[in-house]
């Protein structure tokens, strides 16, 4: 059975720089591209950034510059490095792989981000 744990949100101030995690069980981790999703308040729960099973990037154009993926196969745990927050950054954060995302509803509990003065 397929686990996704969020950890690392907070609030923070624009400007500043949080790290999240997300530790997947239940899966061959090391096979799946993995990506990182918001949802403000409001809004369509939108990906920010996803990385391959090789490591390729991609990231949405709101975050590209300021956010680095990354992943440890070894601990099926994949990062989100979010820098130069802003108030738009604000929502919750989830992980999940795009494929099993288009398939199964099932998603963690996502992490909430903050971002205010």
């Known amino acids: 059975q397929v686990q996704l744990v969020e950890s690392g949100g907070g609030l923070v101030q624009p400007g500043e720089s949080l790290r999240l995690s997300c530790a997947a069980s239940g899966i061959v981790f090391s096979v799946y591209t993995m990506g990182w999703y918001r949802q403000a308040p409001g809004k369509e729960r939108e990906q920010v950034a996803r990385i391959t099973s090789s490591g390729f990037r991609v990231y949405a154009d709101s975050v590209k510059g300021r956010f680095t993926i990354s992943r440890d196969n070894d601990k099926s745990t994949v990062f989100l490095q979010m820098s130069s927050l802003k108030p738009e950054d604000t929502g919750v954060y989830y992980c999940?792989?795009?494929?099993?995302?288009?398939?199964?509803?099932?998603w963690g509990q996502g992490t909430q981000v903050t971002v205010s003065a």
């Open positions: 999940n792989s795009p494929s099993m995302a288009a398939t199964s509803p099932y």
